[in-house]
């Protein structure tokens, strides 16, 4: 039609170059070394991103052109970075050829998010474009070194499962396998080397947690222990988009928990429920965390409400905590009361158990809960200094509803908002 056609015009001079490429390379792997070549491939590779940008979902017929190939070149590359490296050491990673090299794969996989982003027809997105995009980047990804792997892969790992919920709940195991396990090798050390991997690790476990949450109870024990181990951990990072991924996921992973059967939701409540919120106190009462007071005090009020309401049947606690038929209600009253008077001795019992009786019977009350939170910190000899961070959210709120007010003032007088500013409602 009119419009393959005219995408086939625009894309002409790069398809020409592209297929010559494809050519030289099929007769001369080693035509792929050459320095101009990998920056003419890397260009080429750029266009195809900003054309799909701009085209969307009509650009299929030019991905299913050089799709195929692009794959071929993504293997061919990553396999002149792992020989660099081999040769070289790491430093090889950061020489302008390796660096050439790295760009043509960011790019590949790049076109594959937008692609993927823009697609109208999920079953040709799940039948034609993921499994070779799965045998390409999978095993590839698992088996380079940590400098030479790209968080690209995780990210477009993320927008395919947002993208086919459901349709990619039996391919989430093998991404499991090949990402999961040696990306988290690579930012469990410490709180700052590969931030990009970090970012989207998370992002790529809340995406699994939301859309395909039945995969992840397949997962053996060991691995599904990993997830909310890092669930946790993410908690205590000092990166806020990292530490709120992993609370919000918490929460979602509770969520969709409570609503399973009663044999697995008494089972992950009996061996996480506690873990997961010594873990919540210990960030809540960190100061260097206050920014995180909102997921915060929703996962603890979501995990409250669960205990208060009876919707956890089995026992949160381990026969060594308490006495069999003890109530998870008097469990929880007993445990977090102890936890805190050894953690804070400075407190009085009666301050504790007020704080306490307020989990216990504000949790149906977000604005409520948090407030009973506030002021059970600001108690603490810790949160003597500035607390302004506590209250970012309402903040936020107030600012917002100030902003509303104004643009709802120029509305009602003619010419104070530019063309630009207005919604088409505000225009009919």
């Not at 992002?203 to 949450?213: G, H, K, P, S």
């Not at 205590?236 to 918490?250: F, I, P, Q, Y």
């Not at 102890?338 to 307020?358: E, M, R, W």
Request: a negative charge; hydrophobic letters at 40%.
């Amino acid at each position: 039609n009119i419009q393959e056609r005219l995408i086939q015009e625009l894309m002409s001079i790069p398809n020409a170059a592209w297929d010559s490429i494809i050519q030289s390379a099929n007769q001369n792997p080693a035509s792929l070394q050459d320095a101009d070549t990998i920056k003419v491939v890397g260009n080429i590779m750029k266009t195809n991103v900003s054309a799909c940008t701009s085209i969307g979902s009509y650009f299929y017929p030019q991905i299913g052109r050089i799709y195929l190939d692009m794959l071929s070149m993504y293997r061919a590359t990553s396999q002149m970075i792992s020989e660099a490296v081999a040769r070289d050491g790491t430093i090889a990673t950061k020489m302008p050829k390796v660096r050439g090299l790295r760009t043509i794969k960011k790019e590949i996989l790049k076109l594959i998010d937008t692609y993927v982003q823009k697609a109208d027809d999920l079953e040709v997105v799940n039948t034609s474009v993921v499994p070779a995009l799965l045998d390409a980047v999978l095993v590839d990804y698992n088996r380079n070194v940590p400098d030479a792997r790209d968080a690209e892969v995780l990210n477009v790992m993320s927008t395919i499962i947002t993208k086919l919920h459901g349709m990619m709940e039996d391919k989430v195991p093998i991404i499991m396998e090949n990402v999961f396990e040696c990306t988290l090798e690579m930012i469990n050390k410490d709180f700052s080397e590969y931030p990009e991997h970090r970012v989207e690790f998370f992002t790529l476990l809340r995406a699994i947690n939301l859309y395909c949450f039945p995969a992840l109870l397949k997962l053996d024990n060991r691995q599904f222990k990993f997830v909310i181990d890092s669930c946790l951990w993410a908690s205590k990072h000092d990166n806020r988009e990292v530490e709120n991924a992993g609370l919000n996921m918490c929460i979602e992973l509770m969520n969709n928990i409570a609503e399973t059967d009663a044999q697995t939701s008494s089972a992950f409540f009996n061996q996480f429920f506690i873990p997961i919120l010594q873990d919540v106190f210990f960030v809540l009462t960190d100061t260097d965390h206050k920014a995180g007071f909102k997921s915060q005090s929703l996962l603890l009020a979501r995990m409250f409400y669960f205990v208060e309401s009876g919707k956890i049947q089995g026992p949160i606690y381990q026969p060594d905590q308490a006495q069999a038929g003890t109530s998870n209600k008097d469990f929880l009253r007993e445990f977090v009361g102890s936890l805190l008077q050894n953690a804070f001795p400075n407190l009085q019992p009666i301050q504790i158990k007020t704080f306490v009786d307020g989990l216990f019977a504000l949790n149906h009350d977000l604005q409520r809960f948090k407030l009973n939170l506030r002021d059970f910190l600001i108690q603490l000899k810790e949160f003597s200094g500035d607390n302004a961070e506590l209250y970012a959210e309402e903040r936020e709120q107030e600012q917002q509803s100030a902003k509303d007010a104004e643009r709802e003032r120029a509305l009602k007088v003619g010419g104070l908002l530019k063309p630009a500013d207005l919604d088409q409602d505000d225009e009919l």
